[in-house]
């Protein structure tokens, strides 16, 4: 029903950028809450990023809170993480979800679908 592909990721030096996009399939993406998972080495999958249906709320985990920005543009059927200042440990899978609620969106059983997870490699 909904369709998820993440493009963007690579390998990038430390304090260096990237920009991770996520497109959608469908006319229901304005409906669907928005998030950001990955999945480092040898580690679980954990929360990254979210933003409610409107774009008007986000949320961060503390790791990444001042150096990404998640954002969605509804008419292109896409969400954005911007990552910049990057660091080796943010070296991960990430992988966009959508999600039918705007609460709850750090726990990954609150998101319907999911992406195919990009590579993201930070070297020092």
């Keep these: 029903q909904v369709q998820l592909v993440e493009s963007g990721g690579g390998l990038v030096?430390?304090?260096?950028?990237?920009?991770?996009?996520?497109?959608?399939?469908?006319?229901?993406?304005?409906?669907?809450?928005?998030?950001?998972?990955?999945?480092?080495?040898?580690?679980?999958?954990?929360?990254?990023?979210?933003?409610?249906?409107?774009?008007?709320?986000?949320?961060?985990?503390?790791?990444?809170?001042?150096?990404?920005?998640?954002?969605?543009?509804?008419?292109?059927?896409?969400?954005?993480?911007?990552?910049n200042s990057l660091k080796p440990e943010d070296t991960a899978v990430y992988y966009c979800a959508a999600s039918p609620r705007n609460y709850g969106l750090s726990q990954s059983m609150q998101y319907n679908y999911w992406g195919q997870?990009?590579?993201v490699t930070v070297s020092s």
Excluded: H
């Excluded at 679980?44 to 954002?71: C, N, P, Q």
């Design 117 to 119: 997870g990009t590579q």
């Design 13 to 83: 030096q430390a304090e260096g950028s990237l920009r991770l996009s996520c497109a959608a399939s469908g006319r229901t993406f304005v409906r669907y809450a928005m998030g950001w998972f990955r999945r480092a080495p040898g580690k679980e999958r954990e929360f990254v990023a979210a933003i409610i249906w409107s774009g008007d709320a986000t949320y961060y985990a503390d790791s990444v809170k001042g150096r990404f920005t998640i954002s969605r543009d509804n008419a292109k059927n896409t969400v954005y993480l911007q990552m």
